[in-house]
């Protein structure tokens, strides 16, 4: 008999991102997502802001891919969109945490893109279907170094493809700030170390398209770039 002790198969690898200034990963636990949390991009979806609360999706933890690197377009949709997003990575857990205790969950921050195959975000929609073969794909978690401490709420978030500006928003747009965020997942889940979780992302979403490179970029953080092969 080989392989692992105690596995039928070797465990996969602890999927990770990198961190600002340091050889140290952060190791990841789980990606959870936030829908619906700035005004102008929940109209541009067809949504009304004061009547929808934002909401929770997930992507697989080894859905993270490295700022730099180049993916494949993915298969199964025509329609493939960024969102630029703030990341929050968190080294420690809770239930019910109260929105003044949420800060010290917080490790760090990170530039980060939400990739989406909006058209099959749309079928689902369409459906009442589940939204996880449109947000929860291979690759689709696109992350920068995450850089440790506090963020300025009043930074600004930019989306740029190829040089050309799309998406632009300050971070302080959010409808739910970060603390309300992660106050309420936590009476939903148990947070725990290694979760990191994508705030939700500014009007201006559009298709990147073979050969373009998508860059998000955050005040004070380091960019999550991704060039589309
Ligand atoms: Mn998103």
Request: hydrophobic residues 40%; glycine residues 10%.
């Amino acid at each position: 008999m080989t392989g692992v002790a105690g596995f039928v198969f070797p465990p996969p690898p602890q999927p990770s991102a990198a961190v600002a200034g340091r050889s140290e990963r952060f190791a990841v636990r789980r990606i959870f997502c936030v829908g619906r949390n700035y005004a102008e991009h929940t109209r541009e979806m067809g949504g009304d802001p004061s009547a929808e609360p934002p909401f929770f999706f997930t992507k697989p933890a080894d859905a993270v891919v490295q700022s730099g690197a180049t993916i494949p377009y993915p298969p199964a949709t025509a329609n493939f969109h960024h969102e630029a997003e703030l990341v929050v990575a968190l080294h420690k857990g809770g239930h019910m945490v109260p929105e003044g205790e949420v800060e010290s969950l917080i490790w760090g921050h990170a530039a980060g893109n939400d990739l989406t195959r909006r058209d099959l975000q749309a079928e689902a929609k369409a459906a009442r279907r589940p939204w996880d073969m449109a947000k929860g794909f291979d690759q689709s978690a696109i992350i920068g170094a995450i850089r440790p401490g506090p963020i300025d709420t009043q930074a600004a978030i930019r989306c740029h493809v190829d040089g050309s500006l799309r998406q632009e928003a300050r971070l302080s747009d959010m409808i739910w700030p970060v603390p309300a965020i992660i106050a309420q997942l936590s009476r939903l889940i148990t947070l725990c170390p290694g979760d990191l979780i994508f705030t939700g992302t500014p009007a201006g979403v559009g298709a990147l398209e073979h050969g373009q490179t998508c860059t998000v970029s955050i005040d004070g953080l380091d960019s999550a770039v991704v060039t589309i092969r």
